[in-house]
């Protein structure tokens, strides 16, 4: 099995904006007991400044109507006002603007086509931030979407964090049946989500999915083989 660890930083916001900032390392930590046994099979350290490295990176662009969103009211874009490598760090950056008939933008990057696996660990550190209208996800796609759609692909939501309900952590799986909001899924309290770093994990694996904070599982799914969580699927940030 393999491993991928995703930190994420976001700094001090104003409303309506916030930044996410974090470096990916998909392998084994030696700081880290829990991860020994995990081979290191991809990594994207965000050293270079500037755009997301192409070579792992591509975007959703356009508005959250245009046939792969959640009617989100923002514009994402690919502009360095949305997203850049500074400092070792990759920033996304929410803005309450005009922007193509829409009053807010962002941005959302994938690795749709770059890079797709089946099973491992995924791995985010995170500070989260606060208030209505932010929503960072920490995602997965079936990598079959554009052939069989949404939710036959299956989508594995790592953490989610919705503002307006602060400090509750989500981890979520859409399938067949099971989407929407009838999801199935669990959550769990973490009390200083928004002014601490914490650990959000998934650990995928054939027969089971399990969702950590801190390493503490909350939420464990049985993954049989007529589920489609046993392909290919893609990150997205």
Known sequence: LSFLKVIIKPKLIPVLGFFIIFSILYGKSANNSELDGWDLVWQDEFDTNGAPNPSNWTYDL???????????????????????????????????????????????????????????????????????????????????????????????????????????????????????????????????????FHLYSVEWRPGEIIFLVDNEPYFTFDNDGTLPFNSDFFLII
Request: charged share 20%; proline share 4%.
């Open 62 to 196: 356009g508005t959250g109507t245009d046939g792969w969103g959640n009617l989100e009211l923002q514009h994402y874009t690919d502009r360095p006002e949305n997203i850049i490598v500074e400092d070792g760090m990759l920033k996304i950056t929410a803005k309450a603007e005009s922007f193509s008939g829409s009053d807010y933008t962002s941005s959302r990057i994938k690795s749709q086509d770059l890079y797709e696996f089946t099973y491992g660990r995924v791995e985010f550190r995170a500070k989260l931030p606060e208030g209505g209208g932010t929503w960072p996800a920490l995602w997965m796609l079936g990598a079959n979407f554009e052939d069989v759609g949404w939710p036959n692909c299956g989508e594995i939501d790592v953490m989610e964090h919705v503002g307006n309900n602060q400090n509750t952590i989500h981890g979520t799986l859409h399938f067949p049946g099971n989407s929407g909001g009838n999801a199935v899924g669990g959550n769990t309290t973490n009390p200083t989500a928004s002014s601490e």
